[in-house]
């Protein structure tokens, strides 16, 4: 079994509802943060552990942010192969890195700049031994509500997590889940669901706060704050 590490980042997306009316234009992953591009800091938090071999940036086709971004950064390349969807991104990368059955991959959204070393650093040290592999996540501490525009129930937390990245699997297996999930038709939104779809049960690695994902405009004040 080979232990090599690559870091895959789907930055392929505008992130509309990041976007105030009116605002920027600009995609989400390339606004600044505290002086430097959202996407740059997610990969300078991957390239934090030496153990990760290569961060590989999968953008859309005529992309014009990302070599500006992304200068000078050591073990990091970026190609133009993303797709529709964040699954086809990730399968799309997937297939360009040329990564073998067993080298594991880390997939890890261009929206959440505040990853840890220590989070990551647990992330690898938990995944490397087990069989599937898994993904930082957090238990929901608050009260779940269902419904619309007024509540239909409460949903009983225990046991419910809200999911981060990244998220390690086995390039194979990964490969396999992300393809069946697309013949099945299924819409998978990260890539433990693609796993599980695929029969597997990745394990759930305790992640942190300060790694949520940039997706509302008031976040990108909150996420300065930590940084």
Request: aromatic share 4%.
């Amino acid at each position: 079994m080979s232990d090599t590490l690559i870091a895959i980042v789907p930055a392929a997306g505008v992130g509309a509802r990041a976007s105030h009316p009116g605002g920027q234009s600009i995609p989400k992953q390339y606004r600044p943060l505290a002086g430097q591009a959202m996407l740059r800091r997610a990969v300078l938090a991957l390239l934090a552990d030496a153990r990760i071999a290569q961060v590989r940036v999968a953008v859309s086709a005529g992309d014009g942010w990302v070599e500006e971004a992304l200068r000078d950064l050591p073990r990091t390349v970026w190609r133009p192969c993303g797709g529709p969807t964040r699954a086809d991104t990730v399968a799309a990368a997937l297939a360009d890195c040329g990564a073998g059955e067993h080298d594991w991959v880390l997939v890890h959204d261009a929206a959440r700049p505040g990853l840890t070393p220590s989070a990551l650093a647990r992330l690898i040290d938990a995944c490397l031994p087990d069989p599937v592999g898994g993904l930082l996540a957090l238990p929901v501490a608050d009260t779940v509500k269902a419904g619309d525009a007024r509540v239909a129930r409460t949903v009983d937390r225990q046991g419910l997590w809200l999911a981060q990245t990244p998220q390690m699997f086995r390039a194979g297996a990964l490969r396999q889940a992300l393809a069946g999930a697309a013949a099945a038709g299924l819409a998978v939104t990260d890539e433990a669901s693609a796993m599980e779809a695929a029969g597997h049960a990745p394990r759930l690695v305790t992640g942190e706060a300060r790694n949520f994902k940039v997706t509302w405009p008031d976040d990108f004040e909150l996420m300065e704050k930590w940084l």
